[in-house]
């Protein structure tokens, strides 16, 4: 296999991907003539090169399948898809982000096909939590919530991170989420969300945890390492200069190299 860039899904580290470390497979299911046609599946497998991580993904895909010098997948057409190690197609997120959320939002990657309104509702979820961490505000519900982000974001006291567009992209997320949360009040009518729109409100979800989480961890950790310099050099002001060495005199009796030469 040719050698492709990838990024491993267990640490998030990108890295070239290809032979010894790749298995790609194909397989003809004799199960005779479906709906689909001939079909079979096709098994990927790429270990991580990362040596912190080392951990195997494993992908597995059910397609119609055609016989020329050996068995050939039509990948356009897939029947079935999914990653199986690791399960879901969460990011790694950092520690410092709390368990909370980071749970709330690798089940709603994990569930996304499945149930993408439980998905949808988990994102809402998620959402709530960082506004109660990473901007301290808690209210009776998530809309009074988001409006009292709203009034913090336009009072110039909410921390710089949140801006008004990613307000009113939370407040889209309440509402859609608010489909899977709440039952309509005409228990006939079905609002469906499906797995593209779910994976929209993740798209969103990973946005506000890089944004607000990860890069107040590295501004933070830049200012600190400034001012660890800082105390360092202050520090080397308060020592006193080092005494230059007194050469030791020479032992009675050397010869002089002078008198010698």
């Known amino acids: 296999m040719n050698n492709y860039q990838w990024t491993c899904p267990h640490c998030d580290r990108p890295q070239t991907g290809g032979d010894p470390n790749t298995h790609y497979g194909i397989e003809y299911l004799g199960v005779g003539e479906t709906e689909a046609g001939t079909v079979g599946y096709t098994v ?33 057409s897939k029947i079935f898809s999914e990653r199986l190690i690791p399960r879901g197609a969460s990011v790694p997120q950092p520690e410092f982000i709390p368990a909370p959320i980071r749970s709330d939002y690798e089940e709603a990657c994990l569930i996304r096909d499945l149930s993408p309104k439980a998905s949808a ?24 919530e988001i409006k009292a982000l709203t009034e913090a974001v336009d009072n110039h006291t909410a921390d710089r991170a949140i801006t008004l567009e ?11 989420g608010n489909i899977g949360a709440h039952m309509e009040k005409d228990i006939n ?46 520090q080397a002001k308060l020592q006193p200069p080092a005494s230059p060495a007194l050469q030791a005199p020479a032992p009675s009796g050397a010869s002089d190299p002078i008198q010698n030469g």
Not at 121 to 144: E, H, N, P, Y
Not at 166 to 176: C, E, L, W
Not at 204 to 223: A, F, G, K, P, S
């Open 44 to 76: 990927f497998a790429q270990r991580c090169l990362n040596e912190s991580c080392n951990k195997l993904t494993l992908e597995l895909n059910v397609h119609p399948v055609y016989y020329q010098g050996g068995w050939k997948a039509k990948s356009s």
């Open 121 to 144: 509702t988990l994102s809402r979820r998620c959402i709530q939590g960082m506004i109660r961490d990473f901007a301290g505000i808690s209210k009776g519900t998530l809309d009074a």
């Open 166 to 176: 990613s307000v009113y992209a939370i407040d889209h997320v309440r509402k859609i």
């Open 189 to 234: 009518v079905i609002i469906d969300v499906d797995p593209g729109e779910a994976q929209a409100l993740i798209n969103l979800v990973e946005l506000l945890l890089r944004e607000w989480y990860v890069e107040r961890h590295q501004r933070q950790e830049r200012l600190a390492a400034v001012a660890s310099i800082r105390q360092e050099k202050d």
